[in-house]
């Protein structure tokens, strides 16, 4: 099946997983990757398969360390726009970057739910962090009572356009490259009501049509767009056979090992042996 842009698949850790437990899922994960099939292991180097965690801070160093040698990049959850200052409890960009970290989640609904973070921190987020050359995976979605309320589409086009504000903005210029997006439905996040392949299929496309439409449909084809809300190794294909659902951002089900690589070997799948 054509995936034109790829597949990535991403596991958000959220606040799991201290130094001792990376170790051990890191220990585990090396053994099931060493046995993987060829064409996995092929598709991960050629990066027709891209695979991440983003892991709590303190446990970034083990997971670098242990990763090493293998074609999975580490993440981080969240940083501030500024690159140092007063700002107690904060995590810069520019202290990630010198720690070897190129890619980080912004503006996760539980970051908005629970911390405050609102479209307009977002906006700041993902502009600064992208002018400093990260790559940004921007979280957007609607809540339960916005679905029922037939708010889902004007909700995404909110969210959309507080941070594509301008054509000269940071995040139109790195489309493409630097910007990946994730819908990530809030009432599918952590409660096992998956979004159907049509319902994200559906989100994935108002998605795409707006940054054709604001932006260009160059732009547009080249986003990278995940969908995120209780992916496990039983739907990712599903999910991944919508043709604008280019991966997923997994929570749960990317914190043991083997359900980490039975997500790529489900994902890897549907790219073709060359
Ligand atoms: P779950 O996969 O546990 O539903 O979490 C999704 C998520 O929030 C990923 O960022």
């Not at 339960?144 to 903005?169: C, H, K, N, Y």
Request: glycine fraction near 10%; include cysteine.
């Amino acid at each position: 099946m054509k995936k034109p842009r790829g597949i990535f698949i991403a596991g958000n850790w959220k606040m799991n997983h201290g130094v001792k437990e990376t170790r051990q899922f890191f220990e585990q994960f090396r053994r099931l990757y060493d046995s993987s099939s060829s064409h996995l292991q092929a598709r991960l180097a050629d990066h027709s398969l891209k695979a991440a965690l983003f892991a709590p801070y303190l446990s970034i160093s083990a997971a670098q360390g242990e990763a090493h040698g293998m074609p999975i990049h580490i993440g981080a959850q969240n940083a501030h726009w500024e690159k140092s200052g007063a700002f107690t409890g904060e995590i810069s960009g520019a202290m990630l970057l010198e720690h070897g970290i190129k890619s980080v989640l912004v503006g996760h609904s539980e970051r908005r739910q629970y911390f405050a973070e609102t479209d307009e921190t977002v906006r700041k987020k993902t502009e600064s962090l992208i002018e400093q050359g990260l790559e940004v995976i921007l979280c957007i979605g609607e809540t339960r009572a916005e679905r029922e309320a037939g708010q889902t589409e004007a909700v995404l086009l909110r969210q959309l356009s507080a941070v594509f504000q301008s054509a000269q903005s940071p995040a139109v210029r790195s489309l493409g490259c630097g910007l990946v997006l994730a819908y990530e439905p809030v009432w599918a996040i952590g409660t096992g009501l998956t979004a159907s392949p049509e319902q994200a299929e559906e989100a994935h496309q108002i998605i795409r049509r707006f940054l054709s439409e604001k932006l260009s449909p160059e732009a547009a084809e080249m986003t990278v767009i995940l969908y995120g809300g209780s992916v496990t190794p039983q739907n990712v294909t599903a999910l991944l056979q919508c043709p604008n659902v280019d991966g997923g951002l997994v929570g749960g089900a990317s914190l043991k090992p083997e359900s980490y690589i039975a997500l790529l070997h489900g994902a890897v799948e549907l790219l073709p042996h060359p």
